[in-house]
């Protein structure tokens, strides 16, 4: 069984996968400052949970934006299970081409995240993950990655919109029931959620307007799944995304 963890700003997800299918996941919030002890604790208790001990672990590999909780979990990894994990990142191949100004600079998440896609889905295709940041990457017929967008997460608009002024409130991210909101809170929730639907939409309309040929939207994260049954400018929504290019990734340099 493979371990395949991502660590987010925010999240850190965790899939226990089998045959390239994820069996079971978890979500934990990221802490910088958990100890490899402290992590070793949680995964044990997650392979309790989904069925698992530890001696069914074959091998893990990590994608990281956050180098500070990376080193922890992978040496909790070391102690706990004997592995020393892949890090999806230079060095390691995954089948891509990287065609952006400075291809070190494209983070691993979104790198799993474009080979989940071209290995499922084929290319080209358009890849939208709905993170801390919202990325836009988009792969060609070949699967090179040629251009990638970044821009503010929704639950991160919601966060600034709140320490940034004196009387809004903190207010949950979910989809609005209707744009006619006759309260503070509904009407940052419609506010937020319709705003960034809107700028959504125009980014992939731009993406097929400067792109000559057709491509499939895929999408993924976080809040992927409300928009994406709000548009019909995105094809696929995978919430298991990441963990299949990871696994693609770990069984291409497992083979040497």
């Known amino acids: 069984m493979l371990v395949a963890v991502d660590i987010g700003n ?3 997800e965790v899939g226990f996968m089998e045959g390239g299918q994820v069996r079971d996941s978890y979500r934990l919030i990221t802490h910088t400052d958990h100890t490899a002890d402290e992590f070793g604790l949680m995964l044990t208790q997650y ?33 706990f299970f004997g592995i020393e994990p892949l890090v999806v990142g230079p060095g390691v191949r995954t089948g891509m081409n990287i065609r952006l100004d400075d291809p ?4 691993a998440d979104c790198l799993a995240d474009c080979v989940g896609a071209y290995r499922v889905y084929g290319g080209p295709v358009l890849v939208v993950d709905f993170g801390t940041a919202t990325t836009f990457n988009y792969v060609d017929a070949k699967g090179t990655i040629r251009s990638g967008l970044i821009t503010v997460g929704i639950r991160s608009g919601a966060r600034a919109l709140f320490e940034k002024t004196a ?6 991210i979910t989809r609005p029931d209707t744009i006619l909101a006759t309260g503070t809170r509904t009407a940052m929730q419609a506010g937020l959620y319709y705003n960034f639907l809107g700028g959504l939409e125009r980014i992939i309309t731009q993406f097929k307007t400067e792109i000559s040929q057709d491509f499939q939207v895929v999408a993924t994260g976080g809040m992927g799944r409300s928009f994406s049954q709000d548009t019909d400018l995105i094809d696929v929504y995978d919430p298991e995304l990441i963990f299949k290019g990871m696994a693609y990734i770990h069984d291409l340099n497992a083979d040497g």
């Open 47 to 79: 392979l309790a949970m989904a069925g698992y001990r530890p001696e069914d672990v074959d091998d893990a590999v990590i994608s990281s934006v956050a180098p500070d909780v990376m080193h922890p979990l992978k040496a909790c990894l070391t102690k």
């Open 104 to 107: 070190r600079s494209l983070g």
């Open 10 to 12: 925010t999240n850190i």
């Open 167 to 172: 009387q809004l409130p903190q207010v949950e």
